[in-house]
Structure formats: structure tokens, C-alpha cells
């Protein structure tokens, strides 16, 4: 069957280290996106594609980057970790071009601790 | 001011009540509007998806949508144990456009 998965399922790393998180679709799906899940705040947009070497800022991008080197994975890389993006990070695909709904299917999430 | 509010809860109820979800937002662009349901330590499922206002049902599940008031609900009939989760609103302006904008998530549990 067609998944998201993520990995690491849980890091914990220091301040100021380079982290990467990896995000592998197997839909096919052309749009990408990575959120952060905090507690009063929801689902944050950080990054988002909408196909390969396409790239964009979401709303709290500072500090984050991504590249989109084939249709599958969007790595996310925090440049240099800082204390406030430890949290919960999902990555989700879609394909609007199936028509019909906006749904994003999300992945089950990286549990990240900047110490 | 956020532009999608939801409130965080929590909401505890007894198995079988009615429960009421709700988003209000300020953006009048928005057009699609959609439930995620999302149980511990797992990624959000989509739950119910609406275009503009009207309502839809699915089930036990019935998703209403106010443009004119900007004010969105999701209504759970004969709630269940299995219910409990944190549901969010999102919402998006263009069809196709895919960038949602998420409300904070209500944590909901269906006490038996």
C-alpha cells in the first residue's frame, strides 16, 4: 500500500547541531509540505512543494529549509537547532490533480528535543 | 489574532452525548473547509471535507458551514469511546492551492 513515513520517529540533539528529518511518499504525489505541531498554536506550515526543485515559505520557515530533489522525499533540515523548535514535526502529500477534495495525507510525525 | 480560532478544550463528555466542534475565522477568502481527526501520537486523518456553506453528514459525523457568520461546526452523534482524539478545523481559499490553514485542534474525550 501507497504511505508517508517519517524518520527519526523521535530525535533528541543539542543546540546549534545541523538536524535533518526525512520524509518519504510512495502516492506519487506532486505537493508536499511540513508542519510543526505545538501546543496553542495547531499545525504551523513551514515548508511546502508542489514538485521537484519547486520550494516555498510557509509561516514559520525561519531557521528551516528544504529541498525537492524527486517526487517522493521532502527532507527538512534545521540549520542550526535552537532551543524553541523542539516539537512535534508531520509531513503530509497531496495530489489536487485527481480532483474532488484538498485532502493531505499525513505522516506519523518526528518527536524532536533540542537540548 | 490567529486567523483560523478553535478552542483547545479540553471537552470531556459522556458516551452517547451530541458534541459540538467549532472554528471561526476571519479570512472571507476561505471556500474549503475540512475536519482532521487525530489520535494520540499519530498524524491527522482527514475526517470531513465541505465546500462553501451547507451542511454534509457522513455517518455519525455532520460537518456545517456558516460563511456568512465565518463560522464552521462538526457535530459527533452517539459519541463513542473510539471518538476521543483532538479534532482540527483547516481551511483554504483555492482548490487546488493546498495551503490549509489549521485551527489550534479541540482534545475531546468520550468518557464510557
Known amino acids: 500500500d501507497a504511505e508517508i513515513t517519517q524518520s527519526p520517529r523521535h530525535k533528541i540533539t543539542e543546540t546549534g547541531r545541523q538536524v535533518t528529518l526525512a520524509c518519504h511518499q510512495t502516492?506519487?504525489?506532486?505537493?508536499m509540505f511540513w508542519y510543526r505541531q505545538d501546543l496553542g498554536h495547531g499545525l504551523r506550515l513551514i515548508h511546502y512543494s508542489y514538485g521537484v526543485q519547486d520550494t516555498n515559505k510557509g509561516e514559520v520557515s525561519d531557521g528551516y529549509s528544504v529541498s525537492r530533489s524527486n517526487t517522493e522525499d521532502l527532507p527538512l533540515t534545521l540549520e542550526s537547532a535552537a532551543s524553541s523548535q523542539t516539537s512535534v514535526y508531520f509531513c503530509?502529500?497531496?495530489?489536487?490533480?485527481?480532483?474532488?477534495?484538498?485532502?493531505?495525507?499525513f505522516g506519523p510525525g518526528t518527536r524532536l528535543t533540542v537540548l | 489574532q490567529k486567523e483560523v480560532e478553535q478552542d483547545p478544550g479540553p471537552l470531556s463528555v459522556p458516551e452517547g452525548a451530541i458534541v459540538s466542534l467549532n472554528c471561526t475565522y476571519s479570512?472571507?477568502?476561505?471556500?474549503?473547509f475540512m475536519w482532521y481527526r487525530q489520535y494520540s501520537r499519530k498524524g491527522p486523518e482527514l475526517l470531513m471535507y465541505?465546500?462553501?456553506?451547507g451542511n454534509k453528514e457522513d455517518g455519525r459525523f455532520t460537518a456545517q458551514v456558516d460563511k456568512s457568520s465565518k463560522y464552521i461546526s462538526l457535530f459527533i452523534r452517539d459519541s463513542q469511546p473510539s471518538d476521543s482524539a483532538t479534532y482540527l478545523c483547516a481551511m483554504t481559499a483555492n482548490q487546488g492551492a493546498q495551503k490549509l490553514v489549521f485551527g489550534q485542534g479541540t482534545r475531546l474525550t468520550i468518557n464510557p
Open positions: 503530509a502529500s497531496s495530489d489536487p490533480s485527481g480532483g474532488g477534495t484538498d485532502t493531505q495525507y
Open positions: 479570512n472571507s477568502a476561505f471556500q474549503y
Open positions: 465541505t465546500y462553501s456553506s
Open positions: 502516492w506519487n504525489h506532486n505537493n
